[in-house]
């Protein structure tokens, strides 16, 4: 069964240093999301992305965070400069289209730890 | 007001028992009703997908929407300790563009 994959399963960092987070979507989906989910807290949606560009992003996602896209398979996540609340699992998702009532399969998800 | 409420738990329940879990919403433009399961440390994975009023089985699990009075329920037969995880009741908007929001949901402990 095809599935999200995210890479790494774990990363630390230093606060104030860049992390790039990497998921790799359903192949034949064409939305992607990045959600997040700090420890005891709920699931909270960051950003969308369809078409190589933003569709939605909530306040959380503001200039410390970028999306991207590089390649055909790919899809990315980077913090540009990392806060202690930044700490959080990181889950990617992805869908076949972008409608409402779309059903999202998400990866397991990144556990960043900024130190 | 929230525009989905649901009971946080903890739901303990011994193993082979009949679990309910319930939620209201307000907003009378949702149309999609999902259950996510989310086991500790885990993504979110949808459960059951349900369309408007109505109900849906598979397997042990039945999702009952009544929209009338705005009330969404997950029934879990001859639940098992494989349950325990934290059900998430999303309700969605047939508009696109909107992203799926998630609530805290109800955690569910199944014992042996």
């Known amino acids: 069964e095809p599935e999200v994959t995210q890479t790494p399963s774990h990363q630390v960092t230093q606060m104030g240093q860049e992390v790039i987070l990497r998921c790799v979507p359903i192949?034949?989906?064409?939305?992607f999301y990045w959600y997040r989910q700090i420890l005891g807290q709920k699931v909270e949606f960051l950003v969308s992305?369809?078409?190589?560009?933003?569709?939605?992003k909530s306040e959380i996602f503001d200039d410390q965070f970028s999306v991207e896209r590089p390649d055909g398979s790919n899809f990315t996540l980077k913090i540009r400069s990392t806060k202690l609340e930044d700490s959080a699992m990181y889950f990617c998702?992805?869908?076949?289209?972008?409608?409402?009532?779309?059903?999202?399969?998400f990866g397991s998800g990144t556990q960043l730890s900024v130190l | 007001q929230k525009e989905v409420e649901q009971d946080p738990g903890p739901l303990s329940v011994p193993e082979g028992a009949i679990v309910s879990l319930n939620c209201t919403y307000s907003n009378s433009a949702f149309q999609y009703f999902m259950w996510y399961r989310q086991y500790s440390r885990k993504g979110p994975e949808l459960l059951m997908y349900t369309y408007s009023s109505g109900n849906k089985e598979d397997g042990r699990f039945t999702a009952q929407v009544d929209k009338s009075s705005k009330y969404i329920s997950l029934f879990i037969r001859d639940s098992q300790p494989s349950d325990s995880a934290t059900y998430l009741c999303v309700p969605d908007t047939d508009q696109a563009g909107t992203a799926l929001i998630f609530g805290k949901g109800t955690t569910l402990s199944v014992s042996s």
């Open positions: 998702a992805s869908s076949v289209g972008g409608g409402g009532g779309e059903k999202l399969f």
């Open positions: 992305f369809y078409n190589n560009e933003i569709s939605e």
């Open positions: 192949s034949n989906h064409l939305y």
